[in-house]
Every structure is written in C-alpha cells, then in structure tokens.
C-alpha cells in the first residue's frame, strides 16, 4: 500500500508540528500550511489522502476552505476547532467535513481519526458493486450516487451513510451504531453529529425533511431506507 498523505493547516506551528510528528511516527507523508490560500494550493497541487482543516485561519476561514475543497475533491475532511460549540460543528458538516475534532486535543486521537477515515474511504469491497432503491443508485466502484440521472454531490460520509441504510433495507440503525459503522470508531458526543448528516443527505436527495420518504426516523431508535415499497 503507498505511504498514505496528510495535509495539517493550522495557523498555530508548534501545533502543526506536533500533530505532524504524530503523524510521521505513523508511517504518514506530511504537508503542513499556515493560512486558507497555502491549504487551497497545497490541496490542488499535493492531493493529500486527507485533510486535517482549523476552522480559524487567517486569509480564508476554515468554513470557506471546507466549502471551496468540496467543490474541487472529495478528499476526506478532519476539522479542527477551538470553541466546543455544536453551531460550529454542525456548519463544519454541512460544507462537507467529514469528521471534527475540538481543541484541545490529543494528537494520537487526530492520528486515530484519519486512519478511521482512510480505513472506511479506501477500503476495497467484494460485495455487489451496485445498490438500487427505488430510482437512487448507489455505485461502490465508482464512489457515485445517482438520483434519476442527477449525480449527486455527496461527502464520503454521506456516501458511507446512504450506502449503510441501502444496503440494509428495513434495518433500524441507531446513532452511535452509524457511526461504528461509518467513522470505525465512537466517541461520547459524536453520534449526534448523524443528524446533521442525515439533514444533509435528504437535502440532496430532495427527501422532504417534514415527510421523508426515503431516509425515515425512528424516533427513539435511529434511521432506516424502508424496505419493499422503495424497491
């Protein structure tokens, strides 16, 4: 397997360094920037196999750096975060990151983190290379979903979620078995951050949020792709 890449953007270098020392022991290649507009170019020119993204930069803010990488790869995302605040988290979310981390932290639980991401994003699959409900598919080789015709642009968490609940029809899966399933690993807090990927996915899925028909709730239970009626 080749040497897995991490880009680490933080306008803090002591803390650059020290996650990136982590990281090294790890056996990972490493690209460091300080501000939005280094991260943007470094992205472009290096495609790391990962992200790790401060919310507070200088030049550009994290949020918009999220955004704009979104736009261009779909390279997985871990944020970092200063205020432990779930406002922040969420948007981080909802522009594409994958994951997010609040300061402080420790450096082995970043390093544990984008190993999680990678394990699940460049896993490779035996299982049937394509998933049909209703007029969604879901394409394991390709990494695509398609509504109808539409290609829809979905985070790799968000793949990982639809492709979970697809794959087993009818099945009730609750929050933090999501995010076993999804993240490979859980963390007290986390499992309610699937809300707001779920919030997401119907969105792009033109899934109406007050009356979903694809992604239902559970209430009190977790989420489900209901089973022979979506066939």
């Given at each position: 397997m080749a040497q897995p890449t991490v880009?680490?953007?933080?306008?803090?270098?002591?803390?650059?360094?020290?996650?990136?020392?982590?990281?090294?022991?790890?056996?990972?290649?490493?690209?460091?920037?300080?501000?939005?507009?280094?991260?943007?170019?470094?992205?472009?020119?290096?495609?790391?196999?990962?992200?790790?993204?401060?919310?507070?930069?200088?030049?550009?803010?994290?949020?918009?750096?999220?955004?704009?990488?979104?736009?261009?790869?779909?390279?997985?995302?871990?944020?970092?975060?200063?205020?432990?605040?779930?406002?922040?988290?969420?948007?981080?979310?909802?522009?594409?990151?994958?994951?997010?981390?609040?300061?402080?932290?420790?450096?082995?639980?970043?390093?544990?983190?984008?190993?999680a991401i990678l394990r699940r994003t460049q896993k490779s699959s035996s299982k049937e290379t394509q998933l049909k409900v209703g007029n969604l598919t879901i394409d394991r080789e390709r990494h695509m979903v398609i509504m109808g015709t539409e290609l829809l642009d979905l985070t790799p968490t968000e793949f990982k979620i639809i492709e979970l609940l697809a794959a087993n029809r009818g099945r009730v899966f609750s929050r933090l078995h999501i995010v076993e399933q999804v993240q490979g690993y859980t963390f007290d807090g986390y499992e309610r951050t699937i809300d707001a990927h779920i919030k997401n996915l119907r969105r792009k899925l033109a899934d109406n949020s007050r009356s979903p028909q694809l992604i239902q709730t559970v209430y009190g239970v977790g989420y489900k792709i209901a089973g022979d009626e979506h066939a």
């Open positions: 880009l680490i953007v933080d306008d803090d270098s002591k803390l650059t360094q020290l996650v990136q020392t982590y990281f090294l022991k790890e056996g990972f290649y490493t690209y460091i920037g300080h501000d939005g507009y280094q991260a943007l170019q470094l992205v472009r020119d290096k495609r790391p196999d990962i992200v790790i993204l401060d919310l507070m930069l200088p030049g550009i803010n994290g949020w918009d750096v999220c955004r704009q990488i979104r736009k261009e790869t779909d390279v997985p995302i871990l944020m970092l975060t200063a205020r432990d605040e779930e406002t922040d988290r969420l948007i981080g979310l909802e522009m594409g990151a994958d994951d997010y981390v609040t300061k402080p932290f420790s450096p082995r639980e970043v390093v544990a983190r984008a190993k």
